[in-house]
């Protein structure tokens, strides 16, 4: 698949995959930033893309952000709408409780995930098809 991007910092490298068959490829932060224990920020890629009708961009965490220093993102994972065409932004969250997380421009922040999607018709109804599951949610089926 071909995806058009618009770069807003040529001192910043197109996203990449870093591994043959990786599902994700490395979204970079075009900022310095502190972000300090509790707190979040949003930081911009320095990338828009144009992801074609059909798919849909999902930013994701990084794993060893959030293991190594408790970094993850508010929202997980971000939408990004076939239509978006503005910078793509993280919101990371720094969930260590007493540590600053320092970003540099240029460092890995997020990976990006691009899958097919389909548009649903909502058909409304009285009732609802029963299953085995039924309303359980929640952790009804255990830890």
Not at 107 to 119: G, M, N, P
């Amino acid at each position: 698949m071909q995806i058009n991007i618009k770069l807003f910092d040529k001192d910043l490298p197109v996203p990449k995959y870093a591994h043959e068959g990786d599902a994700g490829c490395d979204l970079m932060s075009r900022i310095d930033q502190t972000i300090p224990p509790g707190e979040r920020a949003l930081i911009p890629t320095g990338i828009s893309i144009s992801i074609p009708t059909g798919y849909a961009g999902f930013v994701q965490p990084r794993s060893g952000l959030a293991l190594k220093h408790g970094v993850s993102l508010v929202n997980t994972p971000g939408l990004i709408d076939s239509k978006y065409r503005g910078e793509i932004g993280v919101i990371l969250i720094n969930t260590d409780k007493s540590e600053p997380f320092e970003i540099k421009k240029g460092d890995k922040i997020a990976q990006l995930v691009v899958q097919k999607v389909e548009q649903a018709e909502f058909n409304v109804v009285e009732d609802l098809d029963e299953t085995v599951r039924g309303t359980g949610g929640f952790g009804s089926t255990g830890i």
